[in-house]
């Protein structure tokens, strides 16, 4: 099973390529859950119809116990199983406490044993890889990280806190950083900056996503490209990670 967990600079695109790339490996046969751990709770509305799944967090603070993962699931694109913990009200709260809670919840209900995904996929708020956010690396949920980065020095500079964060981590049977995806913002040398910064690290530049305006067009209409078009160039881009991946895992 590929167990995965996305991390990022803030605005970097994770929820683009995170939804993007559950949808590709759907669309290649592939049962997949994603989860989205950020209090906005929007990493899955594109799989969706643009129709939000209500938050974990929600139910926990009505006092709601669900009885089933499906009363706190929707089925997106491809049948691609969508969560989203949410979080508190902004500055009324912990959302690193409300991943915690929202992975117990998921353990209670037994969700991996009874969907049996070939893929799950964690959309992880911006550089933040403590505490909460440290959870889907942690105990087994994922398996490796992938880090988002544009060649930008604050998106590079967010890159490294994650991969410096997650290599402290190795002696606890954490996760590890499988590398990076070149999400581009077409600034000058970009490539090299990425391929650089990767190259000093010992990892690998799993796949460039290029700027695209079909990728914004179609999240307009509540959509990833994969569904929108799955013959377009940017689709074809998350379909190769997706195949890349899947061979790696066998």
Known sequence: MLKIAIYGKGGIGKSTVTSNLAAAFAYLGKKV??????PKADSTINLLGGNPVMPVIE??????????????????YGDVLCIE????????????????????LLEDLRLFEKVKPDVVLYDVLGDVVCGGFAAPIREGYAKDVIIVTSGEKMALYAANNIYTAVKNFEDRSYAKVKGVILNHRNIDNETKKVTDFANERGISIIGEIPRSQDINDYEDMGKTVIEGNPDLEVSKA???????????DK
């Open 85 to 104: 913990t949410g979080g508190p009200t902004p500055g009324l709260g912990c959302a690193g406490r409300g991943i915690i809670a929202t992975f117990q």
């Open 59 to 76: 139910y926990l603070k009505e006092g709601t116990d669900p009885e089933k993962y499906e009363d706190i699931s929707k089925v997106g």
């Open 33 to 38: 859950i994603q989860i989205g751990c950020d």
């Open 238 to 248: 998350f379909l190769d990670i997706a195949r890349k991946l899947i061979e790696e």
